[in-house]
């Protein structure tokens, strides 16, 4: 059975939520990615802690997001240029190489690097999807700059050379599938991308890819791995944490275009994501664990900070809390922490939801709310050290949480960045030979 929710979710806080409070909200999520960067080489910080190494995921949405700025008129193109430039300078001439203070190796990146040198961060892992979504953002970066400038042509040029540098099939360690790595001390990572999750646009940029592509079989080899579930009456490709239903949709509009998992299914991903918003949604309604706040206008479970790894009794219950972790619905982890970022990421599948939850939370529990609008995470079932009835609040903010916070909240207002990134042949390419049709790339697949 198909639940419908076309016209589930009205509620009293919707017709509040004001085109100018939504402004307020993007606008403020971007100032992360002014405000935590490294100036000289465009890095980006993973979260707002002194010292924090960059992420190169967050770098990918920074790329994205300032495109945004320049629209919004929240910054001008001349900075947008500048800030961008570093990016791809730098990374065009890092060290790539098997040393294990590089920067990369075979065109892919370190999940983490430090912010003022460049080299991988400690003993991370060369991350196969971090790198995807840094590619991404270069990509967007190339389409959107095509004035006929200097500057704007070595966007194109750069951002054109680092992904075409990208080594695809070397990341595949003789499989079908790509691994989640490498490092140089113990080599690739026993984990491959298997079941739905946020890797279907690191398998559309690696089959577009005109030198080192994925081999064809690839994208049929990671989708028969998928799960079709029926969970409160909704059917849909389950995923637990709401980002893997996410990251992919920042950067490709999935509206309309079906390979041939959701052709037979009678659907698309965007669809699916918004299914998935909904169990999200019914999930925390029926609060199967018993937290605190968990209701119709408080949801959201994902890839989150959390109070820290402990058991503990409250209110007479044993509770086991986490610490940065992906959390899920319906078969968790469950601690009871919820994420407002990712609610808000959600906005184009599920408005008449997203928008008076965050509305909710806004006006319900402003510890959440900081200098870059929403911190990460909070827990009103975990007793805050100062007052107990507060429950525990991230003190910080990531640049992964911004960043779709930002774009997500544009494909909603305006659909810029997926119109961006359909006119990217590299990404068109990639959808097709991943056998996507019909909608807005058309016949038939390559």
Known sequence: MIVNAEHRGAHAYSPGFSEARLDVLQRHAFE????????????????????????IA?????????????????????????????????????????????????????????????RRAGLCELSTVDSGFLLAGMLAAATFFDIESEEEQEIRTLADALYRRTDWAWACNGGATLTHGWTPERGFLRYRWEGYDEAVLLYVLGLGSPTHPLPPESYTAWASTYQWKTIYGYEFIYGGPLFLHQYSHVWVDFRGIQDAFVRDKGIDYFENSRRATYVQQEYAIRNPLEFVGYGELLWGLTASDGPGKMTRKINGIKRTVFDYIARGAPYGPDDGTVAPWAVVASLPFAPEIVLPTIQYIQDMYPPVISEYFLRCSFNLSFPNKNDANAGWTSPYHFGINLGPVVLMCENHRSGMPWRLMRTCSYVVTGLRRAGFTNGWIGGAAE
Do not use: C
């Open 32 to 55: 992360y990615f002014l405000s935590e960067t490294n100036p000289v080489n465009g890095l980006v910080a993973d979260k707002s802690l002194p010292g924090a190494p960059a992420s």
């Open 58 to 118: 967050a770098v990918g949405f920074a790329l994205t997001v300032y495109p945004v700025g320049i629209v919004r008129a929240w910054m001008t193109r001349a900075d947008a240029i500048a800030r961008t430039l570093a990016v791809l300078r730098f990374f065009s001439t890092s060290t790539q190489g098997p040393a294990p203070d590089a920067t990369g190796h075979h065109g892919f990146y370190y999940h983490f690097l430090d912010m003022i040198t460049g």
